[in-house]
């Protein structure tokens, strides 16, 4: 003993680093509210990716009647 203080060691096994691994995931997600949480930026965020389609759908089409303007004029010059 050094200076005639005590010394404790530890050792913890694999399965009890695995365990309290589980126990700190399990605790940190939360509760079941972040979940719905999630469930309702997901029905979010895929309602914003239909809009986002719609839009793309609408700017094509407008670039397309474009391009026929564009081939009409350049054949009648």
Do not use: N, P
């Not at 990716?49 to 391009?67: C, D, H, R, T, Y």
């Not at 081939?71 to 009648?76: E, G, Q, S, Y």
């Amino acid at each position: 003993m050094i200076d005639g203080r005590r010394t404790q060691t530890v050792q913890l096994g694999c399965g009890t680093l695995i365990l309290i691994a589980l126990i700190v995931l399990f605790f940190s997600r939360g509760g079941a509210s972040d979940l719905g949480d999630l469930e309702r930026q997901v029905h979010g965020l895929r309602s914003e990716i239909g809009e986002l389609k719609k839009a793309v759908e609408v700017q094509s089409l407008q670039i397309q009647l474009l391009q026929e303007k564009v081939d009409k004029l350049k054949d009648k010059e």
